[in-house]
């Protein structure tokens, strides 16, 4: 016999054990476990979507769209109402983008310092205290942001309400940067080393290789980094409701007291109010409007994930 027939009949003999094996169960079971969480993420977008569609398409039945999306009074509670949402999307706003200019800096510098400064044993040390960061009950912070952080803001001369958007947003920065972090020093640390070696190699120091060199090719899981952190700012309910105050205040001014959609959805949904009534229809529409500017955020930052995505071998 050839030695190509032989190899041939090697490969039949093979394939009939293989052919003759038990199935393997275990494996089965595993990836029918896998389809079900699959499904069950599925099923609950698809569900917490047509809770909050059906309620909104309802509400909007009785209050012209024009007038939720572009009015500038928000009282659904008080008489006459007034449901225009614009003060608690520029509440949500503000405090969202006080606490992304305290969370990135801090968030991207500390995973730059892990990854290309630390040595092994402190990046050990403090990494997990940095992740145990977001641990902590975002009550914790809330009452931390009244109680601290706005007699200090009033102490350094800055005169600010008892509830004001500044403190809270402050400390909506601190509840993100472990978000920030973490993602974007795995990203860091994905980068090759040999582009490290090449820019030594070239007479850069380390803060030109970082900033240069590392920074520009881990920018995709970097920018994923700072949107996840936005997602959990904008999303951000006790600090807000504790520190910023519920009162719906169309300004910019961060010294005065602000209300954001989650504070609104929190504050109502645990009053005493009819279900299917108008004013109970109101917490659904807030929340689809969080919906939809949460999901927008999420699509412009895969688009520009994907546009920026660097890919080694």
């Known amino acids: 016999m050839s030695q190509a027939g032989a190899v ?44 909050l569609a059906s309620e909104t398409i309802s509400f909007l039945g009785e209050v012209p769209l024009h007038d939720f999306l572009f ?48 040595t092994s044993r402190t990046r ?34 800055i005169e600010v309400d008892a509830f004001n958007a500044l403190s809270g947003g402050l400390v909506i920065g601190i509840l993100i940067v472990p978000t920030i972090a973490s993602i974007s020093e795995d990203a860091l640390s994905a980068v090759p080393q040999g582009l490290r070696e090449a820019s030594f190699g070239l007479g850069a120091g380390r803060f030109q290789t970082s900033l240069r060199v590392v920074v520009p090719a881990a920018f995709s899981g970097i920018i994923a980094s700072i949107v996840l952190g936005a997602s959990r700012a904008i999303g951000e309910t006790m600090v807000v409701l504790l520190a910023a105050g519920q009162r719906p205040n169309l300004t910019l001014d961060v010294r005065e007291p602000v209300e954001t959609m989650a504070t609104f959805i929190a504050a109502t949904g645990k009053g005493d109010i009819p279900t299917g009534s108008l004013d109970y229809k109101t917490i659904f529409a807030v929340g689809a409007l969080l919906f939809v500017m949460t999901f927008i955020l999420n699509i412009i930052s895969t688009w520009v994930v994907n546009r920026y995505r660097e890919e080694y071998e």
Request: hydrophobic letters at 50%.
């Open 8 to 51: 041939k009949a090697k490969a039949d003999a093979t394939a009939s054990v293989f052919a003759r094996s038990r199935p393997r169960y275990g494996e089965l079971v595993i990836r029918a476990s896998l389809v079900i969480a699959a499904l069950i993420t599925v099923l609950t977008t698809v569900g917490i979507v047509f809770a």
């Open 71 to 118: 009015g500038t009074t928000w009282s659904p509670l008080f008489e006459p109402p007034s449901y225009g949402v614009i003060p608690l999307v520029t509440g949500t706003l503000l405090t969202t983008a006080i606490g992304m200019i305290v969370g990135i800096p801090l968030g991207v510098g500390s995973a730059i310092y892990l990854s290309e400064y630390a």
């Open 124 to 157: 050990k040390f403090f990494k997990p205290i940095l992740e145990t960061l977001a641990g902590v009950p975002t009550v914790v912070f809330g009452y931390f942001a009244l109680t601290v952080v706005t007699p200090w803001l009033r102490k350094i001369g």
